[in-house]
C-alpha cells in the first residue's frame, strides 16, 4: 500500500522529530503482527458487538462521529494486551521525544484511547484538528502539545475509511481553512503506526464496501495537559488492579502523590 505521508525507520527518533515538524504526520511500518491485530481485536469482540452502528457507550453518538462506525471506550477493562502496544519500548521513545520533550513536560500522559471501526456505508468525516478540544491559544503553537497515534488493526484502504490527511497543515496560520479535495488517504498495512500533530487537518475517509476499518488510537499529550478521557471511570478500578505501575501514571491514576483514587 501507498501513501504520501512519510514513512520512517522506528528506531530513529530525529527523522521522526524531523518529519513530524515538517509533514504533521509518519507512518512507522509493520510494529506489531497482524497476528497480535488480530488477538487485540478478538479481546474487543464481545464490548464492540453489544455497540450499534452510530453509538458508543453513551448512547448517543452521530454525525460527526459516524453514522456508520463503532467507537469502543474504556480499553483497558478489556485487554490486557493493551499494554504491550502503549508501552512498546521504540514506540515510547519516539513518543517521549516528541511530545514530553518538546513540550517541556515532566511526564507523559494519555488524552484518551479509542477503538475506532469504520464499516461499509460511512461517509468521510469532516475535517478538523484535534486540538481544538482544548481552547487554548497556546496549543496553536508549533510543535502542537498533542501528538495522536493510530495502530492499523486492518489494513487501511483508501476506498475503506483510511484516515485522511492534509500534509503541511498543521502548519497553517489558525484562520485558515482546508479544502477537502486536498485531504490524502493515508494506506497502511495491518500493524503499522501513523503518527499526526494535533494542529494537522485530518478526518475518516469513506468506506465504500469490504471488511471493516479497524484502527487504535491513542492521543498523548504533556503532563500539564487535561487528558480528555477520565480513565478511571470509562475503565474501572478494577482494571487498574492489573496494569503495570508505569501505565497507571500515563493514565494519570496513581496511588501516590497528588493523583490518588478519588
Not at 195 to 224: D, K, T, V
Amino acid at each position: 500500500m501507498k501513501s504520501q505521508v512519510p514513512q520512517i525507520k522506528i528506531d530513529d527518533s530525529d527523522q521522526f522529530l524531523a518529519t513530524i515538524q515538517h509533514w504533521g504526520a509518519a507512518i512507522v511500518p509493520d510494529v506489531f503482527s497482524t497476528r497480535w491485530c488480530d488477538q487485540l481485536m478478538r479481546d474487543f469482540a464481545t464490548p464492540l458487538s453489544a455497540l450499534t452502528l452510530g453509538r458508543d457507550q453513551l448512547g448517543y453518538r452521530s454525525g460527526f462521529y459516524g453514522d456508520a462506525t463503532k467507537r469502543l471506550h474504556g480499553l483497558f477493562r478489556w485487554s490486557e494486551r493493551l499494554s504491550e502496544m502503549v508501552l512498546h519500548p521504540p514506540l515510547m521513545n519516539l513518543i517521549e521525544r516528541s511530545v514530553r520533550l518538546e513540550s517541556q513536560a515532566r511526564a507523559l500522559r494519555i488524552s484518551n484511547a479509542e477503538l475506532m471501526v469504520i464499516y461499509e456505508g460511512q461517509a468521510a468525516q469532516v475535517l478538523h484538528r484535534d486540538n481544538v478540544s482544548w481552547p487554548l491559544d497556546r496549543l496553536a503553537r508549533r510543535p502542537a502539545p498533542l501528538l495522536n497515534v493510530i495502530v492499523a488493526l486492518s489494513d487501511f484502504a483508501a476506498d475503506r475509511g483510511a484516515t485522511r490527511v492534509i500534509p503541511g497543515s498543521h502548519r497553517w496560520p489558525h484562520e485558515m481553512k482546508p479544502e477537502v479535495n486536498t485531504a490524502i488517504p493515508v494506506e497502511m498495512g495491518q500493524g503499522s503506526v501513523l503518527f499526526y500533530s494535533g494542529n494537522l487537518w485530518h478526518g475518516g475517509g469513506a468506506h465504500a464496501g469490504g471488511p471493516p476499518r479497524a484502527g487504535l488510537y491513542i492521543g498523548w499529550i504533556p503532563s500539564w495537559l487535561k487528558p480528555l478521557e477520565n480513565h478511571l471511570a470509562t475503565n474501572g478500578a478494577a482494571a487498574f488492579d492489573r496494569l503495570p505501575g508505569e501505565l497507571k501514571a500515563l493514565l494519570d491514576v496513581e496511588q501516590s502523590g497528588f493523583t490518588v483514587y478519588a
